[in-house]
């Protein structure tokens, strides 16, 4: 069973940092794009940031300039480091995977469990 765990989150006054790690695990034949998501109480689920297995990332505008996203391909991890945090960041943060997996080598889209991230003012 191909899956992603997630570490890190919790709680951190505003300005402060955290660190997120997802890590894929299972029959996993290659991915391509990696991911953060966060969704708060009330709202969608945004992209926080993606990056492919070719370094290219992407950013929300809300977090560009404050959050680095990285990834070790060896070790099928994506990392989210958050610097400056706000309270508008609070949330729920799910890690992101696309690629090929399982016995099958199916395209899967995977998904995390979900982190809480929590800024107090």
């Known amino acids: 069973q191909v899956q992603l765990v997630e570490s890190g989150g919790g709680l951190v006054q505003a300005g402060g940092s955290l660190r997120l790690s997802c890590a894929a695990s299972?029959?996993?034949?290659?991915?391509?794009?990696m991911g953060w998501y966060r969704q708060a109480p009330g709202k969608q689920r945004e992209l926080v940031a993606r990056i492919t297995s070719g370094g290219s990332t992407n950013y929300a505008d809300s977090v560009k300039g404050r959050f680095t996203i990285s990834r070790d391909n060896a070790k099928n991890t994506v990392y989210l480091q958050m610097n400056s945090l706000k309270p508008e960041d609070t949330a729920a943060y799910y890690c992101?995977?696309?690629?090929?997996?399982?016995?099958?080598?199916?395209?899967?889209?995977?998904w995390g469990q979900g982190s809480q991230v929590t800024v107090s003012s």
């Open positions: 299972g029959r996993i034949f290659s991915i391509n794009l």
């Open positions: 992101n995977a696309e690629g090929v997996v399982g016995p099958f080598f199916e395209l899967r889209e995977l």
